[in-house]
């Protein structure tokens, strides 16, 4: 295969079904997107995504010069089958740091094709007469670079957090902020001498500036606590997305650009969402610097008040007289793997005329859709699941609200203590159902604000102190 003599000067063939074909392919990644907006069409969402990279990459591969398409295609297959492997093993509650973990690749993928233009920019068709490259597209791939390389370290970080390979505690540099920004300067400044260096002088500074923006990703998301990865998460899938954009550009690859632009544009929607769901500034988020004030999280529960204790014996029996019951579940869920047993024990009240519902937070557990994921593996209705805005009016009218692993997300506070570190954080309005269950191991640890919780201590809520999945299995016994 060989490409045109305008397909050397641009990376791509100028044919109008090239064209046609990268369209269609992004016509296919958005409605990927909006498949994926709803748990209940995210199967054809992603086979949508699919269907749009298998045309992208069959375009490219059959417009492109292609020294040896035997290797590609063993890259491709060894690739698959690692991928579906991966798939088909992993649980779903390390699903986060299964996410951070890809998330990496494609930024080192960024990292490595940057590089790679560099070295070879003949190859790539950046190759000026001159023999050098042109400073807009050193602009760009310096940018792809840095995106990937920060997107690289940032996702290692994320991952060895989520994954309990290094403390979840937010690990404060001393002017760590000074540090990041200036950081931040020297890769802008790094950029912008790389494009208008030319010859020899050029390696140094693209060392410089992959090695500038290792350190960046690392930087930005240590002192960030674990607590907060949802918001992490998302941040690094659109910092994933603008890095292929940049290298499309790099590359002149349409497909590239759309694929890139959609991924980092969503991301950064979703971003913004979950930190007002937190009562974040995005801004602080870009620069690494929410969630970890020393003020902030990690801090001791307050002076022990008198609360009360229940056995699963006592709420099954109060649970099979409610008519409505709204389940709350958190990060305590997952880490019990409870989800199964909870939906063995929705089954049983229904069965029994009871009225079950799930009360989803936008930040509960440590990715976007966590608690969804979870509650889909263990085959939970998807009209039985509800998101904040939807379900919090019906608290007033439910019998019981059913906490289990949840915390920050429900305590009052949020709402009602200005001097709270989750001050402005919508938060579900528990405390006006009749009565409140609340699993916890304890009642020595608070969540990850730091803060105790007033729902604790409630008249009508019963504390049941267990690990979570055994609480669930002895109350289904209970209800049995």
Request: aromatic content about 8%; glycine content about 12%; proline content about 4%.
């Amino acid at each position: 295969m060989s490409a045109s003599p305008a397909a050397a000067s641009t990376g791509e063939p100028v044919n109008p079904w090239v064209a046609l074909a990268y369209l269609v392919s992004g016509v296919f990644f958005i409605l990927a997107l909006r498949g994926l907006s709803s748990p209940a069409t995210s199967r054809t969402g992603n086979r949508f995504g699919m269907i749009g990279m298998l045309i992208a990459v069959v375009t490219t591969l059959v417009t492109h010069s292609v020294v040896n398409i035997v290797e590609i295609g063993v890259a491709i297959f060894l690739g698959g089958i690692i991928g579906v492997t991966i798939a088909r093993r992993i649980a779903m509650t390390a699903m986060p740091e299964l996410v951070a973990a890809f998330h990496s690749l494609v930024g080192l993928a960024a990292v490595l094709v940057g590089w790679a233009a560099y070295l070879n920019p003949g190859a790539f068709g950046l190759l000026l007469p001159n023999g050098g490259i042109d400073p807009v597209s050193k602009v760009e791939m310096g940018l792809g670079i840095a995106i990937g390389a920060i997107t690289f370290s940032g996702s290692v970080i994320a991952f060895a957090k989520l994954s309990g390979r290094m403390s979840g505690s937010p690990i404060l540099l001393p002017g760590r902020h000074i540090i990041n920004l200036g950081t931040l300067a020297a890769i802008l400044v790094l950029v912008a001498m790389f494009a208008h260096t030319v010859g020899a002088g050029t390696m140094p500074l693209i060392i410089a500036l992959t090695v500038a923006a290792f350190a960046i990703g690392f930087l930005l998301i240590i002192p960030i606590g674990g607590a907060d990865m949802p918001v992490v998460v998302s941040m690094l899938n659109s910092y994933s997305g603008w890095a292929a954009a940049a290298m499309g550009f790099t590359l002149g690859n349409t497909a590239m650009i759309i694929t890139g632009a959609l991924v980092g544009s969503s991301g950064a929607i979703l971003s913004y969402i979950m930190c007002r769901a937190m009562n974040r500034s995005f801004l602080s988020v870009i620069a690494g610097g929410f969630g970890a004030d020393s003020s902030s999280g990690g801090g001791e529960a307050k002076e022990q008040r008198p609360y009360k204790q229940g056995s699963a014996e006592d709420a099954a029996f109060m649970l099979e007289q409610a008519e409505k019951v709204i389940i709350i579940p958190g990060y305590g869920m997952a880490v019990a793997q409870a989800q199964h047993a909870l939906r063995e024990m929705t089954d049983l009240l229904e069965e029994k005329g009871v009225e079950v519902k799930f009360a989803i937070h936008p930040v509960a557990g440590r990715m976007p859709g966590h608690m969804n994921v979870l509650l889909a593996e263990a085959n939970v209705s998807y009209d039985k699941v509800f998101e904040l805005e939807d379900i919090n009016s019906e608290f007033a009218q439910a019998d019981v609200a059913f906490i289990i692993g949840a915390n920050d997300v429900v305590n009052p506070a949020a709402k009602t203590d200005k001097s709270s570190p989750i001050y402005g954080m919508p938060v579900f309005d528990v405390d006006k159902a009749k009565q409140v269950f609340f699993i916890k191991r304890s009642m020595g640890g608070v969540g990850y604000a730091g803060v105790d919780n007033d729902v604790f201590y409630m008249d009508q809520t019963m504390m049941l102190l267990a690990d979570a999945k055994k609480m669930v299995e002895e109350i289904v016994k209970a209800l049995d």
